[in-house]
């Protein structure tokens, strides 16, 4: 089992940044790729952003240019730095881990972005 902690969301201006953090425990071994999925009111959760071992991360076209994720290995921990902020990135932030034969979930954490 891996269990995902979140932390770093909160309220921000259009234009402004926040740092979002997933600290994993447990089996971290198992995962292949770990990443950050959001989900607004009234809509479907989407991928935001996603690393594998080795692999450049892979972003959703709303935020390429404008996001970035990094991982610190060594603290089993992945980040998404958020920069140029839009309301529409307003959402609940999750982390996700993937193993070969699991998907975990963090408990989500709030993002608002004010215009």
């Known amino acids: 089992q891996v269990q995902l902690v979140e932390s770093g969301g909160g309220l921000v201006q259009a234009g402004g940044s926040l740092r979002l953090s997933c600290a994993a425990s447990?089996?971290?071994?198992?995962?292949?790729?770990i990443g950050w999925y959001r989900q607004a009111p009234g809509k479907l959760r989407e991928l935001v952003a996603v690393?594998?071992?080795?692999?450049?991360?892979k972003y959703a076209d709303s935020v390429k240019g404008r996001f970035a994720i990094s991982r610190d290995n060594a603290k089993n921990t992945v980040y998404l730095q958020m920069t140029s902020l839009k309301p529409e990135d307003t959402a609940v932030y999750y982390c996700?881990?993937?193993?070969?034969?699991?998907?975990?979930w963090g408990q989500g954490t709030q993002v608002t972005v004010s215009s």
């Open positions: 447990g089996n971290t071994f198992s995962i292949n790729a």
């Open positions: 690393t594998r071992s080795e692999v450049s991360g």
């Open positions: 996700n881990a993937q193993s070969l034969t699991n998907d975990y």
